[in-house]
């Protein structure tokens, strides 16, 4: 049976998404704990009724912490202002159909380590270190905080110094299916990821013009 961490920004999940669940014999619950973890959760669903940028952001943290995806169940109201930063690994809206979350849920869990199956234990370069066993990453021995997307972007970007990733090819391998945004979702993602690790006179993503971005 698949069980989901829910958020939603009217503080309760909806009516109409409390029996998709029940319907789909999905379990599920709102108190996260620090001893939660992925043995747990198959993933973090958050229930957009409305724009919240901070339980957006607490959404991703929460995922990243127990290392499932995040996915968005967006109503129509809010769906005309979608911005792709707002990550997820995929979405669904309001009316919700019977079946479609276990289907989706299945294969984005499933497939959750895809890109990083290749990426080394550990990837130093400079001052830079992660972990990849403890999704962990530091400068100059300083943890930093990373959302996933973030996470998955640099790790893909470090493992493979020197070789140019198009921005569609980062968008395929990280969000894998094409959003509203398109490649402009990453390039918000990469801008995020550089003002994280990029301080103190520290360089490592470098921008291909016309093409995407490299580790350096």
């Given amino acids: 049976m698949l069980n989901l961490f829910v958020i939603s920004t009217n503080g309760k999940i909806s009516?109409?998404?409390?029996?998709?669940?029940?319907?789909?014999?999905?379990?599920?619950?709102?108190?996260y704990g620090p001893n939660d973890?992925?043995?747990?959760?198959?993933?973090?669903?958050?229930?957009?009724?409305?724009?919240?940028?901070e339980l957006?952001?607490?959404?991703?943290?929460?995922?990243?912490?127990?290392?499932?995806?995040?996915?968005?169940?967006?109503t129509k109201e809010v769906l005309p202002f979608y911005?792709?930063?707002?990550?997820?690994r995929d979405f669904l809206t309001n009316p919700y159909h019977l079946g479609e979350f276990t289907a989706r849920i299945k294969q984005k869990s499933e497939n959750n380590s895809g890109p990083n199956q290749s990426i080394p234990t550990i990837i130093t370069a400079q001052n830079l270190r992660i972990d990849t066993e403890k999704y962990e990453v530091f400068v100059a021995d300083v943890k930093v905080m990373l959302t996933y997307k973030e996470y998955r972007l640099l790790?893909?970007?470090?493992a493979n110094p020197g070789r140019v990733f198009s921005r569609e090819v980062l968008l395929t391998d990280i969000w894998e299916y094409d959003?509203?945004?398109?490649?402009?979702?990453?390039?918000?993602?990469?801008?995020r990821l550089r003002s994280k690790i990029e301080i103190n006179g520290n360089f490592f993503i470098e921008t291909i013009r016309n093409v995407g971005y490299k580790f350096i």
């Fill in 83 to 88: 911005d792709n930063s707002w990550g997820g």
């Fill in 155 to 158: 790790c893909i970007l470090a």
């Fill in 179 to 191: 959003y509203y945004g398109g490649t402009r979702t990453v390039d918000v993602h990469i801008r």
């Fill in 37 to 53: 973890s992925s043995d747990e959760h198959d993933g973090v669903l958050l229930e957009l009724t409305k724009i919240d940028h």
């Fill in 56 to 74: 957006i952001n607490q959404a991703e943290d929460i995922s990243t912490k127990l290392k499932v995806p995040l996915f968005l169940a967006v």
């Fill in 15 to 31: 009516e109409e998404l409390e029996s998709a669940l029940k319907a789909e014999d999905i379990s599920f619950n709102s108190d």
